[in-house]
């Protein structure tokens, strides 16, 4: 089935190949009723994804135990800073643009985030000292 292919999309985790044939090249098609059955004016578009080395090493490392083990660990950690600053902040996605302003808008709300903690930890200190 002749057509146009459209670029490959270069992304850092995948590739995505994608392909577009005309109206004109699926109607003349034995196969059109199998390949798009609800498909009867238009030609047909399919969007190939394949994953880069770097993804298919990470994929079988992540498949070990050991990875599985300290990914749980992480969630437990990690993923309750992320919650709060969602949650307690509001920070849903970021009011300014460029990278720099983005990176400091982030490291205002971990300072904020790491600062609460700070106080938190101070008062459990303190409160069993004083009894």
Not at 32 to 40: E, H, M, V, W
Not at 45 to 74: C, D, S
Request: with cysteine.
């Amino acid at each position: 089935m002749p057509g146009r292919q459209a670029p490959a999309l270069r992304r850092t985790a995948q590739t995505q190949v994608g392909y577009a044939a005309w109206a004109r090249d699926c109607q003349s098609c034995p196969l059109k009723p199998q390949c798009c059955p609800g498909n009867q004016h238009r030609g047909r578009g399919l969007l190939r994804t394949e994953e880069t080395e770097a993804m298919i090493a990470f994929r079988r490392k992540m498949a070990t135990p050991g990875a599985q083990q300290q990914y749980r660990r992480r969630s437990r950690v990690i993923e309750f800073c992320h919650a709060w600053i969602k949650s307690k902040l509001g920070f849903r996605q970021f009011h300014l643009r460029r990278l720099a302003k983005v990176q400091t808008e982030m490291l205002w709300a971990c300072l904020s985030y790491n600062f609460q903690q700070w106080i938190r930890l101070r008062k459990l200190q303190v409160a069993p000292a004083t009894t």
